[in-house]
């Protein structure tokens, strides 16, 4: 079955306390993209990656990281997580960017830093 | 840069009633638009897209969309609403440049 899968789906931590949430698709797809949900605010982008070892910044950067070393995965990373940064995130995928492709998104990682 | 409105956060309507949901864009160059669906739990499910072909736009669960470009508005509508629509719907929008950037959402209650 074609998927996107998260890791964690709930997680709670203490700020500044580095922690990665994991993101696996298998279905080829070269672009992939990480974003958080915030009432009101809709999905915002943190990073996204057009390719193996490609990334940039979308328009919430500050506070994350990314690594694209394979293909199927994009961990995001928070290396000193702050209650800011309490949120759902969705790690989401498609054929490419800037085109027709709809993006495929995992269940959700819910995020509480205290 | 290309950017989508949301009309209306929430929106209720009756068992069996139309369901209108509005959605307008802003775009340099012809969009690409989508409407995806949210259910609690769960993460976005693509509904249906325009990506300039008809205008009008048939998704899944009896939903349709139409392209209207003088008005620069994708509505989201269905006929006859079922409790089971009840949801976050959002729109989005990309084009030949730019990644997809999404409303803000409009959360669908259904009333028996």
């Known amino acids: 079955e074609a998927q996107v899968t998260q890791n964690p789906r709930y997680l709670i931590t203490v700020t500044g306390k580095k922690l990665t949430v994991t993101c696996s698709q298998n279905?080829?797809?070269?672009?992939m993209s990480w974003y958080r949900q915030d009432p009101g605010l809709g999905l915002r982008q943190i990073y996204y990656s057009m390719n193996v070892e490609v990334t940039d910044k979308g328009d919430v950067p500050e506070g994350y990281k990314v690594s694209r070393k394979e293909k199927r995965n994009f961990p995001l990373i928070l290396e000193s997580p702050s209650p800011n940064q309490t949120s759902l995130y969705f790690c989401?995928?498609?054929?490419?960017?800037?085109?027709?492709?709809?993006?495929?998104f995992g269940n959700g990682t819910r995020l509480t830093v205290t | 840069a290309q950017s989508v409105t949301q009309l209306g956060s929430h929106v209720s309507v009756s068992e069996g009633a139309l369901v209108l949901l509005r959605c307008n864009y802003s775009s340099s160059v012809p969009p690409y638009l989508f409407w995806y669906v949210q259910y609690p739990n769960q993460g976005l499910q693509l509904l249906l897209k325009y990506t300039s072909a008809a205008t009008l736009v048939k998704g899944i669960n009896g939903f349709e969309a139409e392209f209207k470009k003088s008005e620069t508005s994708f509505h989201l509508t269905k006929p006859s609403a079922h409790m089971s629509d009840a949801a976050e719907y959002f729109c989005a929008v990309s084009d030949p440049v730019n990644d997809m950037r999404f409303g803000a959402g409009t959360r669908l209650t259904v009333k028996p």
């Open positions: 279905m080829n797809h070269e672009y």
């Open positions: 989401a995928s498609s054929k490419g960017t800037g085109d027709k492709s709809p993006l495929h």
